[in-house]
Antibody, heavy 121, light 108 residues
């Protein structure tokens, strides 16, 4: 069974950092691109960042570029999101998602259950 | 940046057909994907590449895409179809994934 499990969320003050992790199982991790998508409370889906199968290609939404860094460790079947200089508006449920190809493009055929990040003083 | 526009809400009676639109500049030239999200749950892919269905998705879900509008059609709507629906594309000019704002489908 394909499974994605996020961890690392929590309450953090504005300006601080947080690192999210996503543990993948049930598929050959290094055959697929991966993404982070977030959803602010009561709002729609917002793509945050994507990475291709071998980490050669990384893309970021304008709202997080320069503050967030996506990475992956294929040996550990894990995806990461390093979030620096966090802002109140980064408060959201963060989902890890798998795409159907190596290239880091949609669609996303598997999603984790999400991890909550709350940025507040 | 590329923008996808969806109606915020749509109400349909059980057994009727729901058509959820997704507007974008020349969206017909892109591959459109659709997700269903029920309250408290992660999104689920229901249609990809305009009109293909992942395994396990009922045939009642179908899609089309032409010109400036893509459409997700749900035939014979059931109470269990009540959810938020999002369209999605890849914008190759910016290398960004783009989501529509979402449509809340209410089954009367």
């Amino acid at each position: 069974e394909v499974q994605l499990v996020e961890s690392g969320g929590g309450l953090v003050q504005p300006g601080r950092s947080l690192r999210l992790s996503c543990a993948a199982s049930g598929f050959t991790f290094d055959d697929y691109g991966m993404h982070w998508v977030r959803q602010a409370p009561g709002k729609g889906l917002e793509w945050v960042s994507g990475i291709n199968w071998n980490s050669a290609g990384k893309d970021y939404a304008d709202s997080v570029k320069g503050r967030f860094t996506i990475s992956r460790d294929n040996a550990k079947n894990s995806l990461y999101l390093q979030m620096n200089s966090l802002r109140v508006e980064d408060t959201a449920l963060y989902y890890c998602a798998k795409d159907i190809s190596r290239f880091g493009e949609p669609p996303f055929d598997c999603w984790g259950q999400g991890i909550l990040v709350t940025v507040s003083s | 940046s590329y923008v996808l526009t969806q109606p915020p809400s749509l109400s349909v009676a059980p057994g009727q057909t729901a058509r959820i639109t997704c507007g974008g500049n020349n969206i017909g030239s892109k591959s459109v994907h659709w997700y269903q999200q029920k309250p408290g749950q992660a999104p689920v892919l229901v249609v990809y590449d305009d009109s293909d269905r992942p395994s396990g998705i009922p045939e009642r879900f179908s899609g089309s895409n032409s010109g400036n509008t893509a459409t997700l059609t749900i035939s014979r709507v059931e109470a269990g179809d009540e959810a938020d629906y999002y369209c999605q594309v890849w914008d190759s000019s910016s290398d960004h994934v783009v989501f529509g704002g979402g449509t809340k489908l209410t089954v009367l």
